[in-house]
């Protein structure tokens, strides 16, 4: 699966913002999307991830407010909704996919995945949050 983000940009506190995620490749129901961010001088962390198998979805605890992923019918793009933009948002944001064995609820999945990350990731999207 080949991905690549898009939609970042300098925005003001308070305001929203759709990244997305273009997916191309094999896609199958056993492939999970997730986004991550990385700020300034900080590790990469996990906020989101949704299955393809039933479009269910799991943020992790410090983005469940804010944070929304979801995806279009065709299944080739994934969004990452950012409600109310704070100066700390600023990152940059990607996309990575994986893919789980049906036995793994969206839950176990995604936990596991936006832990681990991925083995690759591609370009980013610079989002820049001013206050």
């Known amino acids: 699966v080949q991905l690549v983000e898009s939609g970042g940009g300098l925005v003001e506190a308070g305001e929203s913002l759709r990244l997305s995620c273009a997916a191309s490749?094999?896609?199958?129901?056993?492939?999970?999307i997730g986004w991550f961010r990385q700020a300034p001088g900080k590790a990469r962390e996990g906020i989101s991830c949704?299955?393809?198998?039933?479009?269910?979805?799991y943020n992790t605890d410090s983005y469940k407010d804010r944070f929304t992923i979801t995806r279009d019918n065709a299944r080739t793009t994934v969004y990452l909704t950012i409600d109310d933009l704070k100066y700390d948002d600023t990152a940059v944001y990607y996309c990575?996919?994986?893919?789980?064995?049906?036995?793994?609820?969206?839950?176990?999945?995604?936990?596991?995945?936006?832990?681990?990350?991925?083995?690759?990731w591609g370009q980013g999207t610079q989002v820049t949050v001013s206050s």
């Open positions: 490749g094999f896609i199958s129901d056993d492939t999970a």
């Open positions: 990575a996919a994986d893919r789980f064995s049906e036995t793994f609820t969206t839950k176990q999945a995604c936990r596991f995945f936006l832990s681990r990350g991925s083995d690759s």
């Open positions: 949704i299955n393809f198998r039933d479009g269910g979805t």
